[in-house]
């Protein structure tokens, strides 16, 4: 079955304290991107990644880091985690240059929920 | 960059009844567009697309859109609603000719609709 997933779906940590939340997609897609999504501003975007080892910064990178070693794989890493990082966060991947028209639809894993305290 | 605007927040509506969820974005010279669902707890799905040719798209679940050039809009309709159509609905845009963001996602903030029986 064509998915994204993440891990974990929620995870409830303290301030400071370094975490990653993994992505995966299984479509063979270049494109993959992630999101965080606060109530009232819709989906903004922090990182994509337009192949392997090519990254760039979104709207919202401050506080996030991102790496592209394998096709398949895009973690997100928050260094030192802060209460206004709470949120939800969703990976996406896309088809990539190489689908003219798939390029364009994205496909969303479910979401991890993130709580700093 | 583009914007994205999603002019009602939250729409109610009684069940059967039809329903227009308002969307427009700043000017390109051209676009690709896409409305989003997002139930409760889960992540995105594509509803449907619209690339080139015909302005009057088709989705899933009897939603349909029209792209307006002239307007700049992509409102989604449907002619009648179900409880299970309760979701958030999101818009947005990408910009084919902008090659270094070339497969971004510009997302408005979100349409609640909400639908009573």
């Known amino acids: 079955e064509a998915q994204v997933t993440q891990n974990p779906r929620y995870l409830i940590t303290v301030t400071g304290k370094k975490l990653t939340v993994t992505c995966s997609q299984n479509?063979?897609?270049?494109?993959m991107s992630w999101y965080r999504q606060d109530p009232g501003l819709g989906l903004r975007q922090i990182y994509y990644?337009?192949?392997?080892?090519?990254?760039d910064k979104g709207d919202v990178p401050e506080g996030y880091k991102v790496s592209r070693k394998e096709k398949r794989n895009f973690p997100l890493i928050l260094e030192s985690p802060s209460p206004n990082q709470t949120s939800l966060y969703f990976c996406?991947?896309?088809?990539?240059?190489?689908?003219?028209?798939?390029?364009?639809?994205?496909?969303f894993g479910p979401g991890t929920r993130l709580t700093v305290t | 960059a583009q914007s994205v605007t999603q002019l009602d927040s939250q729409v109610p509506v009684f069940e059967e009844a039809p329903v227009e969820l308002r969307c427009n974005y700043s000017?390109?010279?051209?676009?690709?567009l896409f409305w989003y669902v997002q139930y409760p707890n889960q992540g995105l799905q594509l509803l449907l697309k619209?690339?080139?040719?015909?302005?009057l798209v088709k989705g899933i679940n009897g939603f349909e859109a029209e792209f307006n050039k002239s307007q700049t809009s992509f409102h989604l309709r449907k002619p009648s609603v179900h409880i299970s159509d309760t979701a958030e609905y999101f818009c947005?845009?990408?910009?084919?000719?902008?090659?270094?963001?070339?497969?971004?996602?510009?997302f408005g903030r979100g349409t609640q609709l909400t639908v009573w029986p």
């Open positions: 947005a845009v990408s910009d084919p000719d902008r090659g270094s963001t070339l497969g971004r996602l510009y």
């Open positions: 996406a991947s896309g088809a990539g240059l190489a689908g003219p028209t798939n390029h364009y639809e994205q496909y």
């Open positions: 990644s337009m192949n392997v080892e090519v990254t």
């Open positions: 479509m063979n897609h270049e494109y």
């Open positions: 619209y690339l080139s040719g015909s302005t």
């Open positions: 000017s390109s010279v051209s676009v690709y």
